[in-house]
Each structure stands twice: as structure tokens, then as C-alpha cells.
């Protein structure tokens, strides 16, 4: 049995694993904080030392190299970080930085790909041929995988489902368009959209679980508050479950997949919010495609990631999975 | 040099022509209406005779197959027409009716993918590796040719891309979903806006052009009126290129494709609309997205569908184009 390091670089945490090359074996699962604003030299000898943490506890197997996800965008045959406002990394060398570090061989994919791949391989869309996700987070990524294999596009920038216009005079998004997926239901965006009806007066408990200071309102707060039984923070999920219903509808609509995986924060809201979403899926997707897709939450938790940088590595050195 | 027969069958029209397998001939193009109120066994016996027409003309020369594209959604590995609401065809064996009257094997694939496989093998997409197009009339299909393949998604569905939400509370479609792309930039939806602005008081000459007869605005009259030079003709066109750039914003954010290709009637508005068409995506995309991507009007009027049927056949026989 061979082994994989997966890295998952993300703007907040760093978190890298050791995975089996037929995914039944993680070890050393290890995490640490990004801090982007310490420089790229930092945060490469930050993910270095984790990676050396990770291969401590995988003694005595056989590590053939490392999969490394990284926000985008990316060029993934040079292995070249070309962008990323979360880090403020221009053109940056990244996966040879790792590969001289460690002295194994590496793979560089996008973050939302490899999440996304990960699931495939080892998580909640397992073995369909078709798959479309979403990283629901600070932002909104987005990763394809058709007939098994992650979809690229004609310079490694496909996926940005997040930023697809569903209300094309709606939300200014920080990308600068309007009406984006992302500028309504990314983690940020559903606190937002809470915190402007408390403002306007609404009536609701959100205030005193965060003793009134509104600007520690989160999507995770939303969510408790909803479980509590809101009756405004369910309606602002509820909306979300909209909002996102739109989208996945237009995912079905254009790809016709198995499954369509939703990963991140946003699946701690649970039924409250994928009983709706699927139901507004149902009221706008063409039946037989929407009949023919599962709409579900990622399985692996904080390790989709891991997994699927791991498994790029994988696929592009050895074919599988 | 083999040929094969291309059938491009339509709601209003049937085209049919043989195409050369390196696309170099094309023998006779023949058409007639559809006729679809006269039962489908009127319409197999149309299409073969024209098929026979085409034949006639290629007399001498080796015809290997033929390749049908028709409305859906289809089973294209039984040759199925599964429901057309054009046709009003349910579970319909259309391929193998063809190949009985024929006597030649037969391909079945949807018409837009067609139209968009024929643009990317002889017309406007030429060698690129990644395509999206748009078929616009009476409808707005979708045809996605990735890899140089036509993707198909999970039950021959994929590609609904005039079904995209764009304004999720918008303009209801005959989908039955609110604020398609179809619902504003089909040609009924084009022609539907403008007349909405005539009967509100609009300032414009577009009534004189149906002498006062509001009912037979079509599409093809605004861009007429438009090109005439009719301030408010324009302004319906620009919306219509607003909406649609909307729309390839979100195929260009989601597939970063090599070319998007814009097939119908919809083309004839020219520059009036392809102008603000790529000015609205170049606002509202990712930048290195729409830098990597061409939006092009497609090139083979009217026998795009026939090159592209002919190309699913032989893809499928011979492996190429």
C-alpha cells in the first residue's frame, strides 16, 4: 500500500493528512491556522511543518508524494498559484516550493475541485459518474467532476458556480457583478442578510446571542438561533434554502448529474435548510432531471479536502482512482 | 470518401442534406415544414422523403448511415424520442423507423447539441477544445461539446441552459420556472417585450411595420425596426443582449470555455446585439474567464443541425470527427 499527503491550503487553516492510496487509511490528521498576512514564506514552512507532523505519525509506509489544494486561480501543470486576494500570493510557485521542502513529488488543484473530488471518491457522491458541488464558506466555490474526472476548462478557472447571476439586477457581489449565488448565500452573506432585518426591526432573539453586539452575528449563529426555533432565523435559512434552490436548479438544468454535493458550514443548518432547498429544486428544475439527482450534504466533514488533493495526486500519477 | 445523412428535425422545419465525412460536401440540402399536427407516422414519411431527395443528389457515392437530431428529451442508446411537447411524440422509436425506411443505420442525438457538435466540427467553433452554444428561436436550447465530445450528463438531459434562473422572481416560462433565460431572449419573448412596451405608449414605428397589427411583431421585425434605425426597436435589443449577456456570463464563470457560439434568429440583430452581448459579460464575468473566450455568432446558417447530426453518426461509427 502506497501513501498520499493531501494538503488543504484555505485563507483560514491549513489542514494536511496522510491517506492510503484506496482512501480506507487517514492518518495524521493535523491543522493549523493559515495567517496569510505573516507572507508566503511563512505559511509554506507552516504547511511544511504540518506535512512533516502528518508523515511522523504514517511512519514506516510508503509516501510516494503530495496533493496540494490551494484557493485559485491556479495554473495547475506549472504548479503556479496566479492569484488569491485570501492570501496575496501573485504567480507563486507553490508546488514546488512544497516539493523541494519535503523532497516528494506534488500536484497542484484548485480547493473547491479537490473538496469536491474527494467526495467523489470517498464521500457523499461515491461512485456516480456526474457530479456537481458546491464549498459553501466565506465564499462560494464550486468543483465538476464529469465521467470521474475534475473538470478544468480552458485555463483551469471552471467551477465558479458561486458567482453564477441568479437576480441579474440583485446583491452587489464582491466580485463586482450583481445577483451572484455567493452575495446571498455564502457564510458572510446569510449573516448579512440577518443582521439587515434586525436592523429593520425585526423581530427575533438574534441580538442576545451575541449580547447585542450585531456584528458578531454569523451564519452559525443564524443557524443555532434557527434550531432554537427563531422564527426569523428559520425564515432567513429559509431563504437561503431558496436562493440556493435557484442555483442548484440551473446546476440540474445545464448538467444533468447524479448528485449535486453541498459542502461547508452551511449544511450545519440540516433539514431547516435542505428540506426547502430541495423543494424549491423540485418547483424550478426540469423534472426528469431533477428526478434523476441526489441533492446531499458532503460526508467528510473537514477532510473532503485532504482527500481529494490526495486523490488528484493520485489520479495524475498512477491513473486511479 | 463515405457520406452520411444529416436530419436536422425541427418543430417548424425539417432540413435534411449528405455530408461528406471530412465535411468538405455537402449534396442536396432539401426542407420542408414539419407538419407535426398530421401524426408522426406523416412526419417519419416526410423525413424519408426527403431523405431520398438528398440521396438522389449523391447518387454514386457511399453513404454509410444517417444522423438525426430532433427535439427532446431523448434516449439516444434506444433511439428514443421520449416526449416532445413541439411533436407531441411520446416514447416515439424514431431512429429505428428511419433505419426500416432507409435501410441504413441511424444515430440519434438531441438538435441543439447537433447544431452546437456541427458549429464546433465545421463552423464558428472550429478546433476548440471546450464549446457552449445557444440555439435561439422559438426556444432556447443548449448544446456543451467538452474534450471535442458532447456531453450528455446522467439521462441524455444535460445542456438545458435556456432554462438557467437569471431573475429568480422574474418572468414566468412555459417551463413552468420563473425568470428563465428563455422567458426574455427566445424570439416569442423578445417579440412579447416589445409589444409589452408598444401597448404601454411606447414612442416607436415598430406598429407601422405590422400596419398597427400588434400581434405579428416577431422578433425579426424589432431587429428590422432596429436597424432602421428605431430608438425603441434598439432599446428591446439591448435588453435582450443585457439578459443574454447575463446567461454567458454564467456558462463563461461556469465552464470557461474556448468559444461560446450564438445560433437563430437572434444573430441577424448583428452587432446591435453582440456589441452589448460581450460588453455586459466582459462587467459581469471573471476576467481571465471571458479573456480566454470567444462569443461568436455561429456560422453555418441554417445547416448546422444537418453537419452536426451527420458528425454524432460518425463520431459514433467511426470514432471521428
Known sequence: MRYVVGIDLGGTNIVVGTVAEDGSELHGLVSEPTMPEQGSAAVVARIVKLARASLAEARGKTVAGVGIGSPGPLDTARGLVLLTPNLGWTNFPLRDRITEALGLPA???????????????????????????????????????????????????????????????????????????????????????????????????LPDYVRGDLRQITAQVVYEAAH??????????????????????????IFNPQVVVICGGVTLAGDQLFVPLRSEVKRRAFKPAANACRIVPGELTGTAGVYGAAAVFMRRTWGRP
Chains 1, 2 share one sequence.
Not at 230 to 238: I, P
Open 107 to 205: 500536484t497542484l488543484d484548485n480547493d473547491a475541485n479537490c473538496a469536491i473530488f474527494g467526495e467523489w471518491w470517498r464521500g457523499a457522491a461515491r461512485g456516480a459518474e456526474h457530479v456537481v458541488g458546491l464549498t459553501i464558506g466565506t465564499g462560494i466555490g464550486g468543483g465538476i467532476v464529469l465521467h470521474g474526472e475534475i473538470y478544468h476548462g480552458t485555463s483551469d478557472i471552471a467551477g465558479e458556480i458561486g458567482h453564477m447571476t441568479i437576480d441579474s439586477t440583485g446583491r452587489r457581489c464582491k466580485c463586482g457583478n450583481y445577483g451572484c449565488l455567493e452575495a446571498y448565500a455564502s457564510g458572510p452573506a446569510i449573516a448579512a442578510r440577518a443582521v439587515e432585518g434586525v436592523e429593520a426591526g425585526a423581530e427575533t432573539s
Open 228 to 253: 432554537d426555533g427563531d422564527e426569523y432565523a428559520r425564515e432567513v435559512v429559509h431563504d437561503t434554502a431558496k436562493v440556493l434552490g435557484a442555483g442548484v436548479a440551473n446546476i440540474i438544468n
